[in-house]
C-alpha cells in the first residue's frame, strides 16, 4: 500500500515534466511496480499448505495474506483488499464463485472442572441446561432445547469484545460455547476443556471471489487448493480440445442434404496385379523344400520275436 502511493506520487511528478516525458515514463514506472496475490482468511483457516505452494510454483508474484473476521470475510472482495477469500459458510454468495474445500466438526468448549471433561463426545441434549454465551440463533440446535430460552429464564451475555474474552467467560465457568473445532483450538487455554458434540452439523470452509474478476492467477490458486500438479492445466486442455475440432472438417453432403459416402479405393491395374503375383511367386520359391512322410500301407503288422522269450535265467 505504501508502494503503491508513492508510486502514483512519482507518477504524477513524471507527467508534469512535459508531454513526451510524461506519457512514456508512468506506463514504464507501472510495468516496474510489484504485482501481489492477495489472500483473506477466516479465523481457523490454516493456509500455510497452499501459499508454500504457490511460493514453489509462482516466485514471481508475491503473496499478501491477512486473516479476516467473520462479518469481513466477503467484504474484503468486494472492496478489493483481496483476491480470494478463504471463507467459512454460509455466506452470502450474490456474484460470487464459491468451492466448497473441507468440513470442520464442531465442539462445545466448557471450563476445565466441568462435566464434559470425562465425555469422549458429548450429546447436544446434555447441554439443554447449560447457559451458552453466543446469540442462540447461531446455534439453532441448541435454541431448540435450552431450558432458559423455553422458559424465558435466559439472562443477558456478559460483555465480550472477541474471542479471547468469551474464553475467560468460559474458563470462569460463566457459560459454554459451540464452535468449530478449528476455532477452539486456535483460541484455547490450558483452563478450557472441549469435545466434539453430536445433533450440531458440520461447518464448511470455502474459496470464494467475484466471479466477474476471475484472473488466471485465481485460476491458478484454485487449482493449488484442489491438488492439482503444476504439470496439469485445464486451460491447455481445452484450447488443445477447441483446436482440435477446428481441424476436423466437416463432411460432405448431397444435393438431398445426406453425407456423401466415402470414396471407393482404386482397382488395381493388370500392372499392379502382375507385380503382386510375381511377388507371391518369389516368396514360395524362396521357401525351404518340406519332404513328405512316407507312411505305411494299412493292415495288420506281425509283431518282432524276442529271441530271449523263453529262456531260463542263468543261461
Do not use: C
Not at 59 to 80: A, M
Not at 176 to 191: C, E, F, N, T
Amino acid at each position: 500500500m505504501v508502494w503503491g502511493f508513492f508510486s502514483e506520487l512519482i507518477v504524477q511528478a513524471y507527467s508534469l515534466r512535459g508531454p513526451s516525458f510524461g506519457q512514456i515514463a508512468p506506463q514504464r514506472l507501472r510495468e516496474r511496480m510489484p504485482v501481489s496475490f492477495s489472500i483473506a482468511f477466516v479465523a481457523g483457516v490454516t493456509p500455510t499448505k497452499w501459499t508454500r505452494i504457490w511460493g514453489d510454483r509462482r516466485p514471481d508474484v508475491p503473496l499478501t495474506v491477512f486473516r479476516t473476521e467473520t462479518d469481513e470475510q466477503i467484504s474484503v472482495l468486494h472492496d478489493g483488499r483481496a483476491e480470494v477469500s478463504l471463507v467459512r459458510l454460509p455466506i452470502d454468495e450474490t456474484n460470487l464463485s464459491v468451492i466448497n474445500l473441507y468440513n470442520e466438526i464442531p465442539v462445545v468448549v466448557a471450563s476445565k472442572d466441568h462435566t464434559i471433561e470425562q465425555a469422549e463426545t458429548v450429546l447436544l441434549a446434555d447441554l439443554a441446561g447449560e447457559h451458552l454465551l453466543q446469540n442462540p440463533d447461531d446455534v439453532p440446535e441448541w435454541r431448540d432445547l435450552a431450558d432458559e430460552v423455553r422458559d424465558g429464564t435466559r439472562r443477558p451475555l456478559p460483555p465480550m469484545r472477541d474471542l479471547d474474552e468469551t474464553m475467560e467467560q468460559v474458563a470462569a465457568g460463566v457459560g459454554i460455547i459451540i464452535v468449530p473445532h478449528s476455532i477452539a483450538r486456535l483460541y484455547g487455554r490450558k483452563d478450557v476443556v472441549s469435545r466434539p458434540v453430536t445433533g450440531v452439523p458440520d461447518t464448511q470452509i470455502a474459496l470464494a471471489w467475484i466471479t466477474r474478476e476471475t484472473t488466471e492467477d485465481i485460476e491458478e490458486f484454485i487449482g493449488i487448493v484442489r491438488g492439482r500438479s503444476k504439470a496439469s492445466s485445464r486451460t491447455d486442455a481445452g484450447a488443445a480440445d477447441a483446436a482440435a475440432l477446428a481441424d476436423e472438417a466437416p463432411p460432405e453432403l448431397r444435393s438431398d442434404g445426406r453425407p456423401a459416402k466415402p470414396p471407393r479405393k482404386p482397382k488395381k491395374t493388370d500392372k499392379a496385379k502382375a507385380a503382386a503375383k510375381a511377388i507371391r511367386v518369389a516368396a514360395a520359391k524362396a521357401k525351404p523344400a518340406v519332404r513328405k512322410r512316407t507312411e505305411s500301407a494299412p493292415g495288420r503288422t506281425r509283431p518282432t520275436k524276442n529271441p530271449n522269450k523263453g529262456k531260463g535265467r542263468g543261461h
